[in-house]
């Protein structure tokens, strides 16, 4: 019977099971504006198959995500849709901002684009790239679930460091 139970049970934390659960329940809201959106649809189509990270569950309520992905332009008239939408998102949250114009603008320097998102929302990753291949956008996955992992075990603070995502 002892050796039943050794070879059965599994013991572990409460904050490792919480963290094993989130890195691999990540539900994605894309905010898609422009170009990059489409290079998304790849990163969910089967051939890069995003479900391998567990983050197929796209959502297009801000309630119902963990995780809001910015794809494309974002020009100042959509700025506060963009801050009210994050807002509207349960903790914990996570942002990735996807592309060059969602990181800074791109090559919209002009009156009219916010040169980066983190002019309005936290950002967790950025992806380079004019448009950044789909492996980015898993990669930038890959990142989040790092980062939530160390969160949830209370390794690093619930605080919005930067990482990024080279075209490399
Ligand atoms: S970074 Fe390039 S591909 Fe992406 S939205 Fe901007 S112009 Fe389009």
């Avoid at 996570?94 to 002019?119: H, K, L, M, P």
Wanted: hydrophobic share 45%.
């Amino acid at each position: 019977m002892t050796s039943v139970a050794e070879n059965n049970v599994l013991t572990t934390k409460l904050q490792e099971v919480v963290a094993w659960g989130r890195k691999y329940s990540l539900w994605p809201m894309p905010f898609g504006t422009a170009c990059c959106a489409i290079e998304f649809m790849g990163a969910v189509s089967s051939v890069f198959d995003i479900s391998r990270f567990g983050a197929e569950l796209v959502r297009f309520s801000p309630r119902q995500s963990d995780l809001m992905l910015v794809l494309g332009t974002i020009n100042y008239k959509q700025a506060p849709i963009l801050k009210k939408i994050y807002a509207q998102m349960c903790e914990p949250k996570w942002v990735v901002a996807v592309g060059a114009c969602a990181s800074c603008g791109g090559f919209y320097d002009n009156y009219a684009v916010v040169q980066g998102i983190d002019e309005i929302i936290p950002v967790d990753v950025f992806v380079s790239g004019c448009p950044p291949r789909p492996e980015q956008i898993l990669l930038a996955i890959i990142k989040i679930q790092e980062k939530l992992e160390k969160q949830a075990r209370g390794e690093v603070a619930v605080d919005k460091p930067k990482a990024q995502v080279h075209a490399d």
